[in-house]
């Protein structure tokens, strides 16, 4: 039985290694992120923040809605996250909001409605899909944000940080440090990250955002950091 454990654990280290190797490759590459962890079977919940009559932010120069913004991410994660292997569920797959109705009460209902999702999906984590917006233009680059008390939150959004931070690196960006954050979407029972990916209030990363290579780029990032923390955890199992 021993025995059987170390052979599954060094399968599955070797099979995430070589995933792990391929996915930073590609990366290397410019290339989309396809690796396979389908033996295990894991489910990722991506949540495009905002929608409807709630359009979030407004890029600066662009005038685009962080809402759409948020949904062109998270459909191309989604792509590369199925493509990994994951099931994926979407909390939200057009522009419409989550509320039944406008009625007053409707954000609450819209939060409520994508905290079911995430908790009905069970899944390894929730990747919430925001853009930020400061009130000076200066800020830039990608800001994560986890849960204070979940070590797993904690460590997902450090490697999503990290590789936000190389890609906007590229940009003349300098790095930003992920944050703990008391947002309703952290609150949830699956760890949970909020990715803010980059700055509306800003006409440069207004720019990017803007462009589809661009937020290819981010959901390469979001797909590394997240097979980077998956490594971490594998690799704290106890084999005994
Ligand atoms: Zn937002």
């Known amino acids: 039985m021993k025995k059987l454990k170390r052979t599954f654990f060094v399968v599955i280290t070797l099979l995430v290694g070589y995933c792990l190797a391929f996915a930073f490759c590609l990366r290397a590459l410019n290339a989309p992120v396809a690796v396979s962890v389908q033996a295990a079977k894991l489910s990722v919940v991506i949540d495009a923040g905002h929608g409807g009559v709630d359009g979030g932010v407004v890029g600066v120069s662009t005038k685009r809605k962080e809402s759409d913004v948020n949904l062109a991410i998270a459909f191309m994660l989604k792509e590369k996250l199925a493509d990994a292997g994951f099931l994926v569920v979407m909390t939200r797959t057009t522009e419409g909001g989550l509320y039944d109705t406008t009625a007053p009460g409707f954000k609450r209902r819209d939060m409520q409605k ?121 690799n704290t199992v106890n084999v005994g």
Not at 140 to 149: L, P, S
């Open 114 to 234: 994508r905290k079911e999702i995430c908790e009905s999906a069970n899944p390894l984590c929730v990747l919430s899909v925001h853009q930020n917006f400061y009130p000076s233009t200066a800020s830039r680059g990608g800001q994560v944000f986890y849960r204070k008390d979940d070590e797993w939150s904690t460590r997902l959004a450090g490697n999503i940080q990290a590789e936000l931070n190389t890609l906007y690196k590229g940009e003349g960006v300098k790095a930003r440090k992920e944050m703990a954050g008391d947002y309703y979407m952290l609150r949830l029972t699956p760890p949970s990250v909020i990715v803010e990916c980059g700055f509306l209030s800003n006409p440069k990363d207004d720019a990017l955002l803007n462009s589809s290579a661009f937020c290819e780029k981010i959901a390469d990032s979001i797909v590394v950091g997240l097979l980077a923390t998956i490594k971490n955890t594998v």
